[in-house]
């Protein structure tokens, strides 16, 4: 079980939001131009909500903020203004143990596995290494244990054979894996999820997706999933955060969207196709 903020009781965690992002400003300063300092606004004024078990997945084209968001969040960059609550806590206000115990129930996974796993460690010791981090595990057979399940989660059968591979051993698809074990291996509320699939080919960005869909049913782990894929999107989320259109839209029933910038220009709804309305739903884009 992962850590709780001070003062969050644990039946907190069973009701109300994962996160809510209320008003995120991220900044940052510019170069000097013509003897002016004018900073770069990366987010400009976004609040979003991620309940528990469900997948947001932010699109856009690239440069528009989507991968500043998820790094504030993370509190990889500090944000400029705003606030990250996780149960009424606001993180980013957060500092030491306090901050280490946030960054425990929200894990990432980055678009590079090949860039994100060292090539010196091998799968274990790779996936071992959160829990070394924070503490967590009895024994060495206690993390071993949770190493290999995790593994099996990611589908990275059978465990102990794959546990002493090296990176490079493996394809694209297992490396990918592999990140998504090493962070489910803490047990996090929230996975920030950013282009996981973007350098994979079809066949195995299939399976990632549909992998991320199990350990949300089986865990119960709450994703904001980043791309600028839209047809990704479609295929996984329950919600769709339109980070150019700024604008959030509902999966499945055509709900109304939410609005969570002040420059929206249009709204978005998703509208069901079929009677499933899952992996055959579409985007409709209307002005506002």
Do not use: N
């Not at 309940?51 to 998820?70: M, N, Q």
């Not at 206690?142 to 465990?159: I, Q, S, T, Y």
């Not at 955060?241 to 109304?256: M, T, Y």
């Amino acid at each position: 079980m992962t850590s709780l903020p001070d003062g969050v009781e644990p039946g907190a965690v069973e009701s109300g939001p994962v996160v809510e992002v209320i008003d995120l400003h991220v900044h940052f300063a510019a170069r000097r131009w013509r003897d002016r300092r004018s900073p770069v606004r990366a987010v400009d004024g976004v609040s979003l909500t991620i309940d528990r078990g469900e997948i947001v997945a932010l699109v856009g084209e690239s440069g528009c903020g989507k991968s500043t968001i998820a790094q504030a969040i993370m509190r990889l960059v500090p944000p400029t203004s705003g606030q990250v609550l996780s149960h009424g806590v606001d993180v980013t206000g957060l500092r030491g143990r306090a901050l280490r115990a946030a960054r425990q129930r929200f894990q990432m996974i980055f678009q590079d596995p090949f860039g994100s796993l060292d090539p010196r460690q091998t799968v274990f010791e790779a996936v071992v290494e959160p829990l070394l981090i924070h503490g967590l595990g009895d024994s060495d057979d206690d993390r071993r244990e949770r190493v290999l399940r995790a593994l099996d989660f990611a589908h990275l059968r059978p465990p102990e054979r794959l546990a002493d591979r090296y990176p490079h051993e493996l394809s694209g698809g297992q490396r990918q894996r592999v990140a998504i074990a090493a962070a489910v291996v803490l047990d996090p509320e929230l996975v920030v999820a950013d282009e996981p699939v973007s350098m994979l080919d079809v066949s195995a960005r299939a399976g990632i997706l549909s992998l991320m869909a199990d350990l949300r049913d089986e865990l119960g782990i709450s994703y904001l999933f980043i791309t600028h894929d839209l047809s990704t999107a479609w295929v996984l989320a329950d919600r769709i955060a339109d980070a150019v259109r700024s604008a959030v839209g509902a999966r499945g029933e055509g709900a109304d969207v939410e609005v969570i910038d002040g420059r929206i220009t249009g709204v978005g709804r998703i509208d069901p196709a079929g009677e499933s309305g899952w992996s055959r739903a579409r985007y409709r884009a209307s002005s506002a």
